[in-house]
């Protein structure tokens, strides 16, 4: 009875685990590679290790693709590089959960235009509101620098587009899509870190810290959703991926001292609420966008 109740939380766990893994690696590098080699510096690091990894591990060598699967990939994986530069760019300036809640506008406004049903105008509503709580749109509650809110918007519009362009490769196994993709997303972000860091990102303890970061917030992360995937229906995977806003914001309070007011709290619990919603709200038949179309990385 006992291995039954273990194995019924196992995916519960998994996905839990999994954004925690991520909210660690993104604190951990905003805390250690910021001050060393800047947000493109730390990007290139973490997205470079992560695509070494997934290609290690999932030798898409190994299949072969069509010009289309080809040109869909390159679309992919630039999407995912510019979405992880975008995010970390914002991080400079803002605080990881509201970095995070702005982000996750992108796969919602997805996933609301994909099913148009009346009961999707509530989760838009939360989420509008959420993000006017945020967004410095001229009151006086907002404290949010404007420059690193346009960075976390784009993320959200690159994280949108990755859902998209990802759908045209579903057909392609997971591990070779994704392999490719970071692939990809590196070659687009590694000559900007290169160009702002230098010769930086060759130090030592950029590169073990860099390796450690890619581990903890790709490896770690993505097989553990492998592991949720196998167990739960899209919609509950959805549901927990939701969580990841409120994660991260304590995670930053705990590991990077980040204080939030009322009000940021407030705008996040409602974004997270919208995301929860939209997932519920998806029909047992159909994925929700980021379960099946979930980031690597950011």
């Excluded at 290139?44 to 699967?69: M, Q, T």
């Excluded at 590089?81 to 992108?106: D, K, Q």
């Excluded at 346009?150 to 070779?176: D, E, N, Q, T």
């Excluded at 409602?270 to 379960?291: C, D, F, T, Y």
Aim: aromatic share 8%.
């Amino acid at each position: 009875m006992s291995n039954v109740r273990n194995a019924r939380w196992l995916p519960w766990l998994a996905i839990f685990g999994s954004v925690v893994f991520l909210g660690l690696g993104t604190s951990w590098a905003k805390h250690t590679l910021f001050p060393a080699v800047g947000a493109q510096g730390t990007t290139a690091v973490r997205v470079g290790f992560s695509a070494l990894i997934l290609w290690l591990l999932c030798r898409p060598w190994r299949w072969s693709l069509s010009p289309a699967d080809r040109r869909a990939v390159l679309l992919y994986g630039a999407a995912l590089g510019v979405m992880n530069l975008s995010f970390y760019m914002a991080l400079r300036t803002l605080p990881f959960g509201v970095a995070v809640a702005i982000e996750f506008s992108g796969p919602l406004a997805v996933a609301v235009w994909a099913s148009r049903r009346a009961l999707d105008m509530v989760w838009v509503l939360l989420a509008v509101a959420g993000l006017v709580l945020l967004l410095p749109l001229g009151h006086a509650v907002s404290s949010l620098d404007p420059v690193g809110v346009l960075w976390s918007v784009l993320a959200a519009v690159c994280w949108a587009s990755y859902i998209l362009f990802g759908k045209r490769i579903g057909h392609l196994p997971v591990g070779h899509s994704v392999s490719l993709g970071l692939a990809m997303a590196a070659l687009v972000v590694i000559p900007v870190g290169v160009a702002h860091a230098g010769s930086a990102l060759l130090a030592p303890s950029v590169l073990l810290v860099g390796l450690g970061v890619a581990a903890v917030s790709s490896a770690v992360p993505l097989s553990l959703e492998m592991v949720a995937l196998q167990r739960l229906p899209p919609q509950a995977f959805g549901i927990m991926i939701s969580m990841e806003p409120a994660v991260a914001a304590v995670l930053a309070l705990l590991l990077l001292d980040e204080q939030l007011s009322a009000v940021q709290w407030l705008a996040i619990s409602l974004i997270v609420l919208a995301s929860m919603g939209s997932a519920l709200a998806v029909r047992r038949s159909e994925p929700a966008p980021w379960a099946a179309q979930r980031p690597a990385e950011a």
